[in-house]
């Protein structure tokens, strides 16, 4: 079982910054994993925010390209997400997740994985707010 503790969350300012951390651990079987930060909003579904394949392939969507950096350290099996830029509607408890894509898997393959998230359990999360 992967376990996966996030942290960095907070209070900040619309137009601030936060930068989140994601520590995994456990039976990961591929080494390394593709990964996912996904974020909940009240009342709403969970949503891929960034993901990275395994061989460092970043992806975005509409509300983070440009303004959320989404990068790891392998050695130390943690992936960290960097926002800049943050509003309002960035506010959410945001989670990590990791995957074993298939040997032959695309990068779109691999990205449609990270968008499904069918995981089998989740962290915690990290509860970020941001006012105005």
């Known amino acids: 079982q992967v376990e996966l503790v996030e942290s960095g969350g907070g209070l900040v300012q619309a137009g601030g910054s936060l930068r989140l951390s994601c520590a995994v651990s456990?039976?990961?079987?591929?080494?390394?994993?593709?990964m996912g930060w996904y974020r909940q909003a009240p009342g709403k579904e969970r949503e891929l925010v960034a993901g990275?394949?395994?061989?460092?392939?970043?992806k975005y969507t509409t509300s983070s390209k440009g303004r959320f950096t989404i990068s790891r350290h392998i050695g130390k099996n943690t992936l960290y997400l960097q926002m800049n830029s943050l509003g309002p509607a960035d506010t959410a408890v945001y989670y990590c997740?990791?995957?074993?894509?298939?040997?032959?898997?695309?990068?779109?393959?691999?990205?449609?994985?990270?968008?499904?998230?069918?995981?089998?359990?989740w962290g915690q999360g990290t509860q970020v707010t941001v006012f105005s």
């Open positions: 990275i394949t395994p061989g460092g392939t970043t």
């Open positions: 456990g039976d990961i079987r591929c080494v390394p994993p593709a």
């Open positions: 997740n990791a995957l074993c894509p298939p040997d032959s898997a695309t990068y779109y393959v691999t990205s449609k994985l990270l968008e499904e998230a069918k995981f089998d359990s």
